[in-house]
């Protein structure tokens, strides 16, 4: 019989290896392919929402955007977002349902402390037995130029108007404000009641104001005579000075059409028979534009275009791009400007492109970089959201350091245009953005967009002139007015001004 | 004097092991309450001087009793029942009312502790047993089929093998199986010179000495017809099988279980639907269209679970387990393998080992064949149950529910598995064949 125990002992311990093996197979070797299997989400969301998650913070460290608290339900912790509305395009929300957006979104891995930066961190949690706690993410918004442009913006906009901000600083890329205005509130998208997150998004999704769309960096509209920054640029690149004299008619015959092009108001530009490069930017005449956006060529135009981080686009289309040119860390959709093909046998079409219609394209970030590239001696920075991570000790685990986009404009030609905008914000189209004792530099933009629609109203701008600190760009849809090039700096002017008034005042 | 000395080396060695042991499990159970609350369970002052003073108890008792015995078998359960009421308090911490499950393991534990002091006490020459061959038999048959009884039985799960009796409701096939076990040590020592005879070149039994093959057969498949309980029958059948093949010898009695079992599976496979759905869930419980159905999903949040704990788990309370269906009863090795991953789970099957280990020794010790078919049969029970549950839960077979053993939440398994160890313990006291010790 010991002969068959013995075979027993044996056979008992190969069924227990044969265990051992599915086992090892289970928790190892197949363990991401079932972990990660659709039906195992909840179990995902449980452990995921068992994380305290990072807070996200305004520059000065101590304005919270974004928070962890405990929570009473099923999942131990729940986002909040004490100023919601505001920061909403910045943080994003962060919902059981719909996902993560925005910084929620791209930071993720430092927010949940998956990221191999926080492992020290992380893993003296587990040995200890304390909930993991991701990273704090510190951003570069002024807490006071975001109230502030908010303020100023919702002050110009008509009941159910919307528009958008963007504040940089010009030699470092940091984000100092981005509004959009209408906005949503984050916290019931990102709250633990599934029939609360869906309704609200549904609201969300169905009110025709679009409150979710982040107006400064996630659509494009027509930039209007703000486009003659990269026109203006392109003259000055390819030659030009600001002294440089064009034909002054009060409208340009378009080659191989019946159309023209005309000033705002009809009349021609000031200066007679001929006038200069100076001369037409601080009076945005497009007929002027329109000449020299012909004289320069659909090559030279779309190169300086793109060299400012626009994106090429032929046949122009929307959907192209789905990377931006200059990288952010939020989606952000890079200007438009059609490849030079797009023009053959088109030759309209590029005055028209040079004063930033047809199928021109841009928002407030594009713009306020195209800005900041002429405010920082043409050495365009890459816009930067985020600064540093810490970790729960407040140990600064990653740093994000400022980086050149590139060098779009030489100095010279970045003084030249400096020049030419403080003349538009002295005596040309931008007045409304005058300060005393600061010198602004400016450029307005009124850009059509359809018939029976008022255009919307840009403002790009910079200030104080001779040392730039802070950069403005300013749309507010649908805000302007058709009769005159100056509406647009009436309406969107006032709102870089008091942003540039408050930052400058206050802070620097 | 030697013998004596030897005897309180082991019973010093058995005590350390099983102090370590219940520190094991009592710590098990503040981690957990750390991981899910982070602080110590409340009860930690109740519970822990019962569960401690519980096993101290019993291995007072058996180093009176049965000085001689085995003195890692109390330690190896010790830890396996200290685990799994971890495991349960843990599971427990999601229901309402909180702490009933856990309260009642631990009472089941004790109730379960006192069985095995009382067997100890009560079988102090295992060989005493060997006279009531028949009565054993009978009552081990009695039970079996009790709850197939009008008015008695009760179905949970789609299986009746419930006997309830007012609000008590108990599983009496697990005590059945130890009865069984008994009487097959008992008679297949009395008979197996009979039944070794072999005829033919193949050595096989004469037909009349199959009638015992045959009857346990049917048994089985009473069970399965009867009761529709697929886990039990399948280790009535083998444990008899393995156990007639060590009492004769003959392989050829192996090879005629198989094919009866195969015979049995395919008849039951084509009258249970019940018996097809398992096969069913078993291949297909990761495909999308079922995975979130009864029965897929079940085996499917087992996978989940134990996948998601990986080589380390996510650590006691971390997890979710209780999502997987019956965390506590059959899912248990799913739960252990989400919190406690794989250098959980590995430890618990090298637990059971040891007490495959142990169980062998001491049926090789023996010198009587009663003795050794008992020790051999009592571990190969706990073994092939372990190995049905675990390998259904994993998915290597496909699952029958049967409970892990010492492990598992529930009174009769429990209380019946103590009473299992209190026999290995009480044959491995002796009477041995001196030389072997060494």
Redesign the interface.
Known sequence: ??????R??LA??A??L???G???N???F??????N????A???L??EY?VDRGSILAADGTTVLAVSRKSRGELVFQRRYPDGPRYAGITGFYSLVFGRTGLEYSMNPFLSGDAPELATQTLSD?VL?RPKKGGTIVTTIDPEVQATAERALAEQLPEGGSGAVVALNPQTGDVLAMVSIPTFDPNPLSSQDPELIRSTWDQDNEDPARPLVNRAVGELYPPGSTFKLITASAALENGATLDSSFPNPHELDLPLTSDTIENFGGGSCPGGSTTTLLVAFTNSCNVIFGEIGLQLGPERLAAQARAFGFCATNPPDETDCLEPTVPFAVPFQSGRFPEPEYFQGRDPAVAISAIGQDNDLANPMQMALVGAAMANGGIEMAPRLVTQVRDANGQVVKRFQPAIYGRPISPETAAAMTQMMVSVVESGTGTAAKIPGIQVAGKTGTAQHGEGVAPHAWFVSFAPAENPQIVVAVVVLDGGDLGSEATGGHVAAPIAKQIIEAYLGGGG | MSVVTAGRLRSRTGLAMLLVAIAAGLGAYVIAGLGLRGKVPANIGIYGPLIAGGFLAAWLVQRKVAPNADPALLPIAGMLAGIGFAVIFRLDAGLKPEDKLAQEQVTWLLVGLAAFVLTLVLVRDDRRLDAFTYTIGLGGLVLLLLPVVPGLGATINGAQLWVRIGTISFQPSEFGKVLVVVFLASYLSNKRELLAQGVGRFGLPRVKDLGPLLLAWGASLAVLFLEKDLGASLLYFAIFVVMIWIATGRPSYLVLGLVLFAVGAYLGYLAFSHVQLRVDYWLHALDPQHVFDQGYGQIAQGQFAMASGGLVGTGLGRGSPTLIPYAATDFIFAAIGEELGLLGTAALLTLYLGLIGRGMRTALQRTDAFGKLLAAGLTASIALQTFVIVGGVTRLIPLTGVTLPFVSYGGSSLVANFVILALLVRASSGPWERARRG
């Open positions: 019989m010991d002969k068959q125990i013995r027993l002992g008992l311990v069924l227990f044969l265990l051992v599915q086992v090892s289970l928790q190892v197949a363990a991401d392919r079932i972990a299997d659709p039906a195992n909840k179990r995902q449980i452990a068992r587990l037995g």
